[in-house]
């Protein structure tokens, strides 16, 4: 019975070598698609940041114009704008 202990532990031990790399290259490759998944969405969200960037700059632009309107233009003038501004709103 002795001889066959040795061979028993060496089998048991080969047999959870094999599983734990297994396990390994599984949690490996799980962890190389949640990565790519992970670039996916930063990208995304990069892009999302530049175009409210863009519209931030925009919305300033347009808040400047209405308020040079304001403070530069005569009466008649400011008041055809607001009729433009009542017309596309």
Do not use: P, W
Not at 29 to 37: A, F, G, H, I, Y
Not at 56 to 83: F, M, N, P, Q, R
């Amino acid at each position: 019975m002795k001889k066959y202990i040795n061979g028993f532990l060496r089998l048991g031990t080969a047999a959870a070598l094999l599983f734990v790399i297994y396990n390994q290259n599984k949690q490996i490759k799980q962890l190389e698609t949640d990565n790519k998944s992970i670039q996916v969405i930063k990208n995304e969200r990069d892009s999302l940041k530049q175009e409210i960037f863009v519209k931030d700059i925009e919305i300033g632009s347009y808040t400047h114009i209405l308020d040079l309107i304001d403070t530069e233009l005569d009466a008649d003038c400011k008041a055809k704008v607001e009729k433009l501004k009542n017309q596309v709103e």
